[in-house]
């Protein structure tokens, strides 16, 4: 492998500002990488939407983060890598992970007692992608999957120590904490936010899972085996860390300051629809048709 | 007016299933007239986006529109109403209305007071529409708004009459009950369905308004007033409602079930990016360019 191929980015995607959570790790764990970030604020968020919309989107998603000359890709958002991960990393050329994995790998590490829940978007959680991971892993593990699709909305509306929230969440946990789990995979990247009411109705016994830590480390190693880690460093003058969103920069970069350690200069906004595969190749076929009429008809 | 013309469909949009309200009045109002429905349940929710956003994809569902050769656009979007259509109206030929304006008229029709509260999305509070539409009405009056971004992620857990719903209305609407409002406007297509926890916190002596019946009533005045009303009717074998949506046609059936006293037979799905003018023109640019150096470079 090439110093200059070492020393391109990781390209890290979202459907909105959830992902900074893994960005974070990544960042923590491998100072020396140059990381850019895309977070789809405009169609945020995709836990509600079809596998066929997800996919479309982290294709488009993918094309852009490659303008950027990134080396490989980082999915750090659970229902993208639930639904659309299988087909893209069969259509891409870098390496590329999710946090599903990683975050199956980590539970199933913890558990003791083989009986983990997964608390997720809608999406995620009817993909039965959790419990396939894991039960690959071992078969006899018991999963129990539980939607929450308010706790997005929630962390969004910034009521996170509320009794308000504590209500919502004992209605959606009381069923799994009767499951006899000891582990919870916490399969949505907003839902760190929510731990203190989490944790209140699942008792200190069960542990929490956030797949973000265990995800840089799986990047970490994935890139050491491709002989893909940095050797150069960030040098004192250069920037490390690229933002871009598809709606609202600002308002972005003002979030972004609840996520990360260091205050971060902006984002850019990036017309995603633009990348879009049907719309490029409908354009190439326009544009073939055209030609082929002006090479016969002249 | 031609026979022709008359007898085109009325376009309604919004950004999911919540202008199906709109739709129904629509239709109950006007039993002879075809409606072509479109939700872009690809990018729902809008409340939460930026006006650029919000008027882009605005754009490109009223260009589909126009390929279904419609008469007339409703736009049945409060968010979509508030921050595009001021913009949109002066691009497209064919009348075109939003859901603001007929509330903001009924709601000075009802107030005694001249003391009128506003619930909708973060997007239309912000835009300061309904204050500025009411304000025209008559200066004196005193408007008070309010987002709740809970209530649209409520209303589509299905939690309709729920103790938590109940306790959530009370934190969004006691400080709007403290201001001495005789009139509330329901500026958000999906909070008629909260009416019974918003009306348990209003108190009988509100009156909530909905602004979908008095758009439905507007429209039929708007087309009466071009001789754009249908004269020809629905034919006995004749399809009168077509449904399109951006994702998850069989989700969309079976919710729009829940919103219209029939059954639909189903909706179409629509890659409606593909519509996106940006992208379009941006294909013709690279078109334009490549044809260009074929002319130049042979």
Chains 1, 2 share one sequence.
Not at 38 to 64: C, H, L, M, N
Not at 73 to 81: L, M
Not at 136 to 161: D, H, N, S, T, Y
Not at 224 to 252: N, R, T, W
């Amino acid at each position: 492998m090439t110093g200059q191929e070492k020393d391109k980015a990781i390209g890290v995607f979202d459907s909105g500002v959830g992902g900074l959570t893994v960005f974070r790790e990544l960042m923590e764990l491998m100072p020396e990488e140059r990381i850019v970030y895309f977070g789809d604020t405009a169609r945020v968020p995709y836990g509600s939407k079809s596998r066929e919309t997800v996919t479309d989107y982290s294709r488009q998603i993918i094309r852009f983060l490659r303008t950027q000359d990134v080396k490989a890709i980082v999915v750090a958002c659970n229902t993208a890598s639930a639904v659309a991960l299988d087909e893209i990393e069969g259509e891409t050329d870098i390496p590329i992970i999710g946090v599903v994995k990683p975050g199956a790998l980590a539970a199933s590490r913890v558990t003791k007692n083989g009986r983990i829940g997964i608390i997720a978007t809608e999406a995620t959680i009817s993909s039965g992608i959790y419990e396939k991971y894991l039960k690959e892993i071992r078969p006899q593990m018991k999963i129990f999957g539980k939607a929450c699709p308010l706790f997005v909305p929630l962390v969004e509306e910034g009521w996170l120590k509320d009794r308000i929230t504590e209500e919502i969440a004992e209605r959606y946990l009381t069923g799994l904490k009767g499951c006899g789990i000891d582990t919870l995979v916490l399969g949505c990247t907003h839902y760190p936010m929510l731990e203190g009411a989490i944790r209140q109705i699942m008792g200190e016994e069960v542990v929490l899972v956030n797949p973000a830590y265990e995800t840089a480390r799986e990047c970490r190693a994935m890139l050491m085996e491709q002989g893909l880690l940095s050797e150069k460093g960030i040098g004192p003058e250069e920037k490390a860390y690229h933002f871009f969103v598809s709606d609202a920069a600002e308002k972005f970069k003002s979030v972004a300051n609840m996520f990360l350690p260091m205050g971060i200069e902006g984002a850019q906004k990036i017309p995603i629809e633009q990348f879009a595969y049907k719309s490029r190749k409908g354009a190439q076929h326009i544009y073939d048709e055209r030609v082929q009429y002006i090479h016969t008809g002249s």
